[in-house]
């Protein structure tokens, strides 16, 4: 029980920094003003619908951040335990580049980088 006093310290201050936040909210909040119900865009009007569709190719925009995105959560760990584990550590970070050049090859023979 004694391992686990600092996660319920750091829950408690968590929970008191939200109810801080609301409470600083409704401090400083304007109360009976009515609510406009629209996206600030920095005093722009509103052109379009909150919700209104992206064009296809910003889904494999997307896709390819998040491949390559995770390609470096991986390597961050790796470089600190590489020189422990040797070459089987280095054998499988090329195993796993290797499996997203092939992502990247396919991705790139399929049009995902062109915009037109």
């Given at each position: 029980?004694?391992?686990?006093?600092?996660?319920?310290?750091?829950?408690?201050?968590?929970?008191?920094?939200?109810?801080?936040?609301?409470?600083?909210?409704?401090?400083?909040?304007?109360?009976?003003?009515?609510?406009?119900?629209?996206?600030?865009?920095?005093?722009?009007?509103?052109?379009?619908?909150?919700?209104?569709?992206?064009?296809?190719?910003?889904?494999?925009?997307?896709?390819?951040?998040?491949?390559?995105?995770?390609?470096?959560?991986?390597?961050?760990?790796?470089?600190?335990?590489?020189?422990?584990?040797?070459?089987?550590?280095?054998?499988?970070?090329?195993?796993?580049?290797?499996?997203?050049?092939?992502?990247?090859?396919?991705?790139?023979?399929?049009g995902a980088f062109r915009w037109t």
């Open positions: 029980m004694d391992s686990f006093w600092p996660a319920l310290a750091l829950l408690a201050v968590a929970v008191a920094g939200v109810l801080g936040v609301y409470g600083a909210a409704a401090l400083v909040g304007v109360g009976g003003a009515p609510l406009s119900r629209e996206p600030y865009l920095g005093g722009v009007p509103v052109t379009e619908h909150a919700v209104s569709r992206f064009h296809v190719r910003w889904y494999a925009v997307t896709l390819l951040f998040l491949a390559f995105d995770m390609e470096m959560v991986f390597m961050y760990p790796w470089v600190l335990v590489v020189a422990e584990k040797g070459v089987h550590a280095v054998a499988e970070m090329f195993g796993f580049l290797a499996v997203l050049v092939v992502a990247v090859v396919y991705a790139w023979r399929e």
